[in-house]
């Protein structure tokens, strides 16, 4: 298998070289991946000026391509610059949920929605802030449970969630608003988005956001097809 691994926690996060060991498993890696953070830049796209991409040897026997853009860029960069096949792209880990809305501003998922656009299935792999560094730990799991439901077979494009020690994995949906934000000024004509969370807890399990609150593994196959077929229907009907 040809795996290509990005994220948007640029170069150096701190969970990028156990994810490269963890997928060295599964087949072949090429690692392209931001230079710098690009946490919720979303789906943007550089087309106005030229962008670096460097090669970096990230351990002495792994070199990876840093690219000055977002982690849709370094999709875009490995298929159509490169023009390189994969069979499969993982995006993460995430330091931070992509759950619920707040998976339209992720870089990481936005990555794995470019590659879906090119033909290559792919991952998104996210976990909390202070489960951070064992999100890998779980990996093993995961994949198990993606091979023996042949979930890449049913479908292309899945966002997955990893708490600590989780209880389980279940299918999800996406849930609702998970943060939102404040706005501060911090001098004069100079404001800065501060976070806060928005979540109320609903008790379904086939949420994303509550599967996560409970302890599990919250697996969700998304779709890159934005129509709302309900009113589409509605208005092109005789």
Known sequence: MRILITNDDSVSAEQLLPLISFCKKLGDITVIVPKIEQSGKSHGIEIHKPFEVQKVQLAPDIEV????????????FAILGLNMEFDLVISGINRGYNVGMDILYSGTVSAVREAALLGVS???????????????????????????????????????NIPKNPKGIVITKQGG????????????????????????????????TDAVTDGYVSITPLTIDVTDYAVFKKLTEK
């Open 177 to 208: 608003k998970y943060y939102s934000d404040t706005f501060e000024e911090v001098e004069k004509e100079m404001f800065i988005a501060r976070g806060k969370s928005v979540y109320e807890y609903g008790a379904d399990p086939t949420l994303d």
């Open 65 to 76: 391509y840093t690219v000055d853009s977002t982690p849709a860029d370094c999709v875009r």
């Open 122 to 160: 792919a991952i998104a792999l996210s976990t909390s802030f202070k489960d951070y560094d064992s999100a890998t730990d779980h990996l093993d799991e995961v994949f198990a449970y993606i091979e023996q439901n042949k979930l890449l077979k049913h479908h292309n494009l899945y966002n997955i």
